[in-house]
C-alpha cells in the first residue's frame, strides 16, 4: 500500500482482557514507533524498532505492554489485562532510516476504547 | 529530559488574519524541530521541519524558524483560510539516536469565514 496502515480501526474491550494491535509500515521503511494519543494530548512515544529489534522501549508505560516485530515489517502492539486508563488511540509510524530527521509517515491511528 | 510546551487553544481567527502559534522547547544536544498537523478524521502529518539553529522550515504558506537563543520554534502564517481549521503540533526529535517524536499537547485552531 501506498502509506501506513493500522488495524482494527477501532477495538471496543472489557476491562482485564487482552488485545493486539496491528501496524503495516511503508515497504522498504526500517524503523517503525509506537505512539499512544490520548485525548486532548499529542501523542506519546511508546517503542521504536529498527529491524527486527525493539531499540528503545523506553516510552512502554508497564510489564503489560509488549511489542514485536519479528520479520522487520509488520508489527503488533500487545496488551495484556487492559485497564480503562489504556483507553487512547495508538499511532503507528514508519521512517526510512530512524536516524537523522528522517520524515516519520504516521498511520491513522486504533482506538482503543476499554470498558 | 526532553520537552516541548506550546500556546494552549483553541485559537479561533478571521479569514485571512495572521496566525501565530507560540511553542518553545527544552532539549540536550542539537534536536530537530517540527510542526505536524491533524485535520478533521485525517491522520497526523508533518508540515514542515528544521533541523538546524537558524533553518526556516516552509510548507503552505506557513513558516517556522529555529531559534537556539530562544530555543522557540514558532509558527507563523501570514493570511490563513477555513481550511487550515486543525489541530498543530509543535515536536521535536533527537535527530543523533534514533529520531523519536516529543510532541506538544497541541493547538487547535479554528478559522472562521
Known amino acids: 500500500g501506498a502509506g501506513v496502515s493500522q488495524t482494527p480501526s477501532n477495538k471496543v474491550t472489557e476491562k482485564g482482557k487482552y488485545v493486539e494491535l496491528r501496524c503495516d509500515p511503508i515497504?522498504?521503511?526500517?524503523?517503525l514507533y509506537w505512539y499512544r494519543q490520548s485525548l486532548g494530548q499529542g501523542p506519546e512515544f511508546l517503542i521504536y524498532?529498527?529491524?527486527?529489534?525493539?531499540?528503545?522501549d523506553s516510552g512502554l508505560p508497564n510489564d503489560r505492554f509488549f511489542a514485536v516485530r519479528p520479520e522487520g515489517s509488520v508489527s503488533t502492539l500487545k496488551i495484556q489485562r487492559t485497564e480503562r486508563g489504556d483507553s487512547a488511540v495508538y499511532l503507528c509510524?514508519?521512517?526510512?532510516?530512524?536516524?537523522?530527521?528522517?520524515?516519520?509517515?504516521f498511520g491513522p491511528g486504533t482506538r482503543l476504547t476499554v470498558l | 529530559g526532553n520537552s516541548v510546551t506550546q500556546m494552549e487553544g483553541p485559537v479561533t481567527l478571521s479569514e485571512e488574519a495572521f496566525l501565530t502559534i507560540n511553542c518553545t522547547y527544552t532539549?540536550?544536544?542539537?534536536?530537530?524541530l517540527f510542526w505536524y498537523v491533524q485535520y478533521p478524521g485525517e491522520g497526523l502529518q508533518l508540515l514542515l521541519k528544521?533541523?538546524?539553529?537558524?533553518d526556516k522550515g516552509s510548507n503552505k504558506g506557513f513558516e517556522a524558524t529555529y531559534r537556539k537563543e530562544t530555543t522557540s520554534f514558532h509558527l507563523e502564517k501570514g493570511s490563513v483560510q477555513v481550511s487550515d481549521s486543525a489541530v498543530y503540533f509543535c515536536?521535536?526529535?533527537?535527530?543523533?539516536?534514533?529520531?523519536?517524536?516529543?510532541f506538544g499537547k497541541g493547538t487547535r485552531l479554528h478559522i472562521l469565514p
Open positions: 509510524a514508519s521512517s526510512l532510516s530512524g536516524v537523522g530527521g528522517t520524515e516519520q509517515f
Open positions: 515536536a521535536l526529535s533527537d535527530s543523533e539516536r534514533d529520531d523519536k517524536i516529543i
Open positions: 528544521a533541523t538546524k539553529a537558524d
Open positions: 532539549a540536550t544536544g542539537y534536536p530537530s
Open positions: 524498532f529498527q529491524g527486527t529489534g525493539a531499540a528503545d
Open positions: 515497504s522498504g521503511h526500517t524503523a
